[in-house]
């Protein structure tokens, strides 16, 4: 056996998981390797990622890939391999069948039916079983998934884009703040997360489309929600015209009902209850978590993102800030780089062009 590959390994094996992230419904998106080594090194013989809509799972796609060259390999598996039958056997029960000699995870699954039982079938059957390498990287990247597992809701990310004077727009007028690369990034963000959510008032100003709209990824835009208590969502805007395309659910008070007309292009509903100024955001966010829904990006405007912050439900900051200034800004952003709760810590920082993007992960 080859210990000293094991980083290299489930590095590798992380960014595979990557590829499916926003595409495997209310499963997470996991990679597996499987693994032989020789005397030149490690060969790997079967890989596998979730497949689209969830299943089958990565180990099973894996264990098919390598056939006969899966006996005696080394697994890497990104998180727990699953534990009960749901539509198939267990993937460990899968693993053992298969012949493998070792696995190595990157964190445990908390789902209830397996939550170290998967680990346990592992060592049970004589599996020399490790786990934790990269449990940090793979708990981000899971995010969502863990989200919804423990606290019943998305995992929720606030993206803002401000100006270096510290706006997000100028009302009335619909302002370009950040260029092209920002744009481009944020458009990466949209086809790695389940769903997109705004007010009413976004809508209203800048008639967005929230797709993604890269070459070859354009398959992956999420799902689109609007907080919008009384359903008067415009029916000649982009969201409402491309609703049987992209899905558009809008949020609304349980007191109003949808009008023929939005519910005929395809708009569906979720219904909340009032509190103070605006719909119980954590209501509505069980409500979409009930949906298979594990991410959520919050793209604004201000009011929207200044709700979520109030209500305690944002998880993770990107903030995009401008090196352009509006001098004429009228919107004030909640937040700026100087402006962050001390509940979130800095995890990176990268230029696009003319721009800084920043994230922060609460601490
Ligand atoms: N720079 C950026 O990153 C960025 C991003 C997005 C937008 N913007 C700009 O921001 C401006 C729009 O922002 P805005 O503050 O006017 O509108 P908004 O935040 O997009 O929407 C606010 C509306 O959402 C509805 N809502 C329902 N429940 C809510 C709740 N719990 N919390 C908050 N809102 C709730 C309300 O409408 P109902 O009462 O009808 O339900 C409210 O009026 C535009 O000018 C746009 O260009 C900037």
Redesign the pocket.
């Known amino acids: 056996m080859n210990y000293d590959y094991d980083h290299k390994l489930m590095a590798a094996c992380l960014r595979y998981a990557r590829r499916h992230r926003g595409l495997t419904a209310s499963n997470p998106s996991v990679g597996t390797l499987l693994v032989h080594f020789g005397t030149d090194g490690p060969r790997i013989v079967g890989r596998g990622v979730t497949a689209i809509g969830g299943r089958p799972h990565a180990e099973r796609i894996a264990i098919d890939c390598a056939g006969e060259l899966a006996i005696g390999s080394t697994a890497y598996v990104t998180l727990e391999p699953c534990a009960h039958h749901a539509s198939t056997p267990p993937c460990a029960q899968a693993l053992i069948h298969a012949g493998v000699s070792r696995v190595v995870t990157a964190c445990s699954d908390p789902d209830e039916r397996v939550n170290g039982r998967g680990h346990k079938m592992l060592q049970d059957a004589g599996i020399v079983t490790q786990t934790g390498l990269f449990r940090k990287n793979a708990s981000e990247d899971l995010s969502g998934y863990f989200s919804r597992q423990l606290k019943r809701r998305p995992h929720v990310v606030l993206k ?3 100006s270096s004077d510290g706006w ?2 100028i ?1 009335g007028k ?2 370009l ?1 950040t260029g092209r690369l920002a744009r481009y990034y944020g458009h990466r963000m949209r086809a790695e997360t389940d769903s997109i959510l ?5 809508v209203e ?2 008639d967005p489309l929230l797709t993604c709209r890269l070459p070859g990824l354009r398959n992956r835009s999420p799902r689109r929600f609007v ?4 359903g ?1 969502l415009p029916v000649g805007s982009q969201l409402v015209r491309t609703a049987c395309t992209v899905p558009v659910t809008l949020i609304t008070s349980w007191k109003y009902v949808l009008s023929n007309r939005l519910y005929y292009s395809g708009v569906r509903t979720i219904s909340a209850e009032i509190i103070e100024d ?2 119980a ?1 954590f209501e509505v966010l069980e409500d979409i978590a009930a949906q298979g829904v594990s991410s959520l990006m919050v ?6 993102a200044e ?1 979520f912050l109030k209500a305690d439900l944002v998880d993770e900051i990107a903030l995009f800030t401008s090196k352009k200034s509006l001098k004429e800004g009228d ?1 004030p952003s909640p937040l700026t780089q100087k402006k962050i709760s001390k509940k979130f810590q800095l995890r990176r920082s990268l230029n696009l062009g003319d721009d800084r993007l920043t994230q922060f992960f609460r601490a």
């Open positions: 803002l884009a401000v997000l727009g009302k619909e302002i703040i705004v007010g009413r008032g976004t100003a800048d907080l919008d208590q009384k008067r605006g719909l955001l793209e604004g405007g201000a009011q929207v709700s919107i």
